[in-house]
């Protein structure tokens, strides 16, 4: 493993601790709402700000884009943090919630990690060197049947719900078991380690994703071409596909692939 990615590793695990002993904690993480159905606890904030003074100890000088503080886009080196992505999980006492920290190098993902504490199960990528699930090499699915398939369609209030519904709809008329379960960065995970055939979602921000596409990447799956016209700033929309069902995916939810 490259001093990078033990670095990256160190940071995701210690994180997911905080996030572990709050989820545990006899009084339930508190919570407060951002808009319809958008939670935020202090634990977000906190872990947040634990992973950008990680950042700012080991590698000085290198931006951070996060969920709760925000951040400039710019300069050749780049963090995107997610300090909790299925924040709503983690509030409602649902064991399915993650760290996601990516950094980005000249406007390319150079290496992620994605970490769920609740199962201590670590993703973690490195840009041309692979991706790898708790030490396991990890590669996406074989499956070439939609009707054996599992996409993952995200929601939020972003978009408007038909847009969700369609894109859901659509999955299901043909033949694809369609779930969401909250987190988009395990979402995408997900795809990569091969339990699931395609993530998608009309709109996404990068710090649920940024980690996630070099995931998929490197164990062999297709992206869209997500980082680009603005997506790290604003997001846009993603596909995140095994290889074998890649042009049905791209077809059904009407997101291009990078070849
Ligand atoms: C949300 C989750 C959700 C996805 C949304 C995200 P948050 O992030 O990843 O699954 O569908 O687009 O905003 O609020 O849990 O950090």
């Not at 992505?85 to 150079?110: K, W, Y």
């Not at 395990?186 to 070099?214: C, F, K, M, P, S």
Request: include cysteine; proline fraction near 4%.
């Amino acid at each position: 493993m490259t001093e990078l990615m033990t670095s990256i590793e160190q940071i995701v695990r210690a994180a997911g601790d905080m996030m572990r002993t709050a989820f545990n904690a006899p009084d339930r993480p508190a919570y407060s709402m951002k808009g319809q159905q958008d939670y935020l606890t202090v634990t977000d904030g906190a872990v947040e700000q634990f992973v950008r003074e990680q950042i700012a100890r080991r590698f000085p000088g290198d931006g951070v884009l996060g969920e709760e503080a925000g951040g400039l886009v710019e300069g050749p080196r780049l963090w995107i943090v997610d300090p909790i992505d299925g924040t709503a999980n983690f509030a409602r006492q649902i064991p399915h919630f993650c760290i996601s920290l990516g950094l980005m190098v000249d406007g390319v993902m150079e290496a992620g990690a994605i970490y769920e504490p609740m199962h201590d199960e670590l993703y973690i990528a490195q840009h041309g060197q692979g991706a790898w699930l708790n030490g396991r090499r990890m590669r996406v699915s074989t499956i070439a049947d939609l009707k054996a398939s599992t996409v993952e369609v995200g929601w939020s209030t972003r978009i408007p719900l038909d847009t969700y519904l369609d894109m859901a709809g659509k999955a299901a008329r043909a033949g694809c078991s369609v779930r969401r379960a909250g987190s988009g960065s395990l979402g995408v995970a997900y795809v990569a380690a091969g339990r699931t055939e395609a993530y998608a979602e009309a709109h996404i921000n990068a710090w649920d994703v940024a980690a996630g596409l070099l995931l998929v990447a490197e164990a062999g799956g297709r992206i869209n071409d997500f980082l680009a016209n603005g997506g790290v700033r604003s997001g846009n929309p993603v596909l995140v596909t095994n290889a074998a069902l890649a042009q049905e995916f791209s077809a059904m939810t009407g997101i291009g692939l990078l070849p």
